[in-house]
C-alpha cells in the first residue's frame, strides 16, 4: 500500500480549467488525522475518505485502515479540517489587473488553504450587471484554482444613489450584494435596497463608515494619530452607520451582514440586534484582529487598511467577540495595492492590505495566545461563512464536497513579502513571525496546493 507523504517543496498544482470541477479519478484515504469539524464540533484523531471529489466516509474507524484501491496520504498527526471560506476579497479584474488576477488571488488563497474566496464588485468596470456576473463567473472557470463567487454592486456604479437590478443580478449568479468599500449615506436609499432585496431573500453586505466623518482621514481618531499628526476618524463613524442599518432592518425585515466591524460599541449594536431576533450579522478583519493602531507608528503604508486599526481596547473587543460567537465570520479583506499607490506619504496613500495567503497562520496566533478555541475559529472560516452565504462547503461530513486543507499547526515560519503569491505585496505582515501553515489545499477531492519546506522557487505566473 503506498503512502504519501508532504514532499520538501511547495508546488502550486494548475488544474486545466475543465478539471477543476470533474471528481477524483483516484480514491485518495486520509489516515493519522486530526479531524476538525467545526459544524458538528468534532474533533478527534480519525480519517477521511475522498471518492469522486466527495468525502465518501470520515471518523475513527479510517485512523489507520484504508479502502482498497486507494491512494494513501499519511496526515503524521496534523489538523484535517474543511478548506477556509473567505467572504471579501477584492480583485483587480476586471480594469485592474495589474494589482490581481483572479487567477493570482486563487494561487495565494489555496496557499492559504482557503477553497473558496467571494470576490467584491469593486472592480472597472463595476460587477453591476448581469453580463459582469457572468464574465466574472467564466474567468473564474477559466483561470481560477479554487471556487469563485461574486457579489454584485446594490448600488450602479457603487455610487449609492441607483439601486441595481438585484433580482436579475441573483439569477446570474450573485452570492449577494454590497456597496464595496463605501457606504450609502442616503438612508432612503438603503432603505429601498434593503426592502427590494427581501423579496429575493438576498442578503446585504454593508462596509458600515460615515463618509462625512471618515473623509480625508487616514487612520483611527485618537492621541497615536494627533502625535503621528495625521487626520483620524472616530469609532462613532462606523457605529452611526452599524445603528441606522440596524433600524432599518427592523423596519424592513430583511437578511444584513456588516461587512467588517472594528470597534466595541459597534459590536454591541449587533448583539443587540441578534438578542432582538434581528436576521443580523457581522464580520471582522483578521486585521482587526491582529493588529492595533500602534503598528501605524511608523508610517509604514502597508497598515492603512479601512476600517482603519484601532485602539487595543477595540481589538480585544473584536478577539473576545470571535471566542464568544457574537461576530460571525473572520475575512482576509484581500485588497492589494501595488508599489505606485502604496509609496506615498500615509496621509495620500491607498488603503488595503494582501491577506489571503496569510489569513489562517495569522488568526492561529489567537488559538496559540489561547484567546480563541480552534474550532470556534475555524468555525468563523469555514461553516459560518458557509451557512451565511448558502454554500455546501465548509463541512466535513459524509456527501459534503471535499474541499479540504491539512494543516501543521506548530510550523514555525516568517513571511516573506516577495514569496507571496499575490501579484501585490503589500502584506501588514511582513517579516511577521508566524506558527502555523497549511501542508495540502484540495479542492473537490484535486490536490492544488502542497507545501514542504522553504523552497524559494516559484511556478511562473
Not at 434593503?194 to 462625512?212: G, Q, R, T
Not at 502555523?436 to 473537490?444: D, E, W
Request: proline fraction near 5%; charged fraction near 25%.
Amino acid at each position: 500500500m503506498k503512502t504519501l507523504r508532504a514532499s520538501p517543496m511547495s508546488t502550486i498544482v494548475n488544474l486545466p480549467p475543465t478539471e477543476k470541477q470533474k471528481p477524483s479519478r483516484t480514491p485518495q484515504v486520509f489516515l493519522n488525522a486530526r479531524l476538525i469539524d467545526p459544524e458538528s464540533g468534532r474533533d478527534e484523531p480519525g480519517g477521511l475518505f475522498v471518492q469522486d471529489g466527495l468525502i465518501a466516509d470520515i471518523g475513527p474507524h479510517l485512523r489507520r485502515n484504508a479502502p482498497e484501491g486507494a491512494a494513501v496520504i499519511d496526515c503524521q498527526g496534523h489538523v484535517l479540517c474543511p478548506g477556509l471560506i473567505d467572504a471579501q476579497v477584492f480583485s483587480g479584474e476586471p480594469g485592474q489587473e495589474h494589482r490581481e488576477t483572479l487567477k493570482t488571488a486563487s494561487r495565494a488563497a489555496a496557499a492559504g488553504g482557503v477553497t473558496t474566496m467571494v470576490v467584491m464588485p469593486d472592480t472597472s468596470p463595476v460587477i453591476d450587471q448581469v453580463a459582469l456576473v457572468d464574465f466574472i463567473q467564466r474567468r473564474a472557470r477559466d483561470n481560477a484554482i479554487v471556487h469563485v463567487h461574486t457579489m454584485a454592486a446594490m448600488t450602479r456604479g457603487l455610487g449609492g444613489e441607483e439601486m441595481t437590478e438585484i433580482g436579475l443580478l441573483k439569477r446570474a449568479g450573485a452570492i449577494a450584494f454590497t456597496n464595496g468599500k463605501s457606504s450609502i449615506a442616503n438612508t432612503r436609499v438603503m432603505r429601498n435596497v434593503l426592502n427590494y432585496a427581501k423579496d429575493f431573500d438576498a442578503l446585504i453586505v454593508h462596509h458600515c463608515e460615515d463618509p462625512y466623518l471618515s473623509a480625508t482621514a487616514s487612520m483611527n481618531s485618537g492621541e497615536v494619530a494627533t502625535r503621528l499628526g495625521l487626520a483620524g476618524v472616530p469609532t462613532v463613524a462606523e457605529t452611526i452607520v452599524v445603528e441606522r442599518d440596524v433600524r432599518l432592518v427592523e423596519k424592513t425585515g430583511s437578511r444584513y451582514h456588516a461587512s467588517t466591524i472594528s470597534c466595541g460599541q459597534s459590536l454591541d449594536v449587533i448583539r443587540a440586534a441578534k438578542a432582538r431576533g434581528l436576521k443580523v450579522s457581522c464580520g471582522v478583519s483578521i486585521n482587526h484582529l491582529t493588529l492595533n493602531e500602534n503598528d501605524v507608528t511608523g508610517y509604514r503604508t502597508f497598515f492603512k487598511v479601512r476600517p482603519p486599526l484601532r485602539h487595543e481596547d477595540d481589538r480585544k473587543a473584536m478577539v473576545e467577540g470571535i471566542a464568544s460567537g457574537d461576530i460571525d465570520i473572520i475575512v482576509s479583506s484581500h485588497d492589494p495595492q501595488d508599489a505606485d499607490v502604496k509609496r506615498r506619504p500615509f496621509q495620500e496613500a491607498a488603503d488595503g492590505a494582501a491577506g489571503l495567503e496569510t489569513l489562517l497562520p495569522v488568526a492561529l496566533r489567537l488559538f496559540h495566545s489561547g484567546d480563541v478555541g480552534l474550532v470556534q475559529l475555524l468555525k468563523a472560516m469555514t461553516v459560518n461563512p458557509a451557512k451565511l452565504l448558502g454554500l455546501h462547503s465548509g463541512r466535513l461530513k459524509k456527501g459534503a464536497i471535499a474541499d479540504i486543507i491539512l494543516v501543521d499547526l506548530n510550523e514555525p515560519w516568517v513571511v516573506n513579502k516577495d514569496l507571496l503569491r499575490s501579484r501585490s505585496k503589500n502584506s501588514p505582515f511582513d517579516e511577521a513571525r508566524l506558527q502555523g501553515r497549511v501542508l495540502r489545499t484540495l479542492v473537490a477531492g484535486e490536490t492544488v496546493y502542497q507545501y514542504a519546506g522553504n523552497s524559494a522557487s516559484l511556478p511562473a505566473v
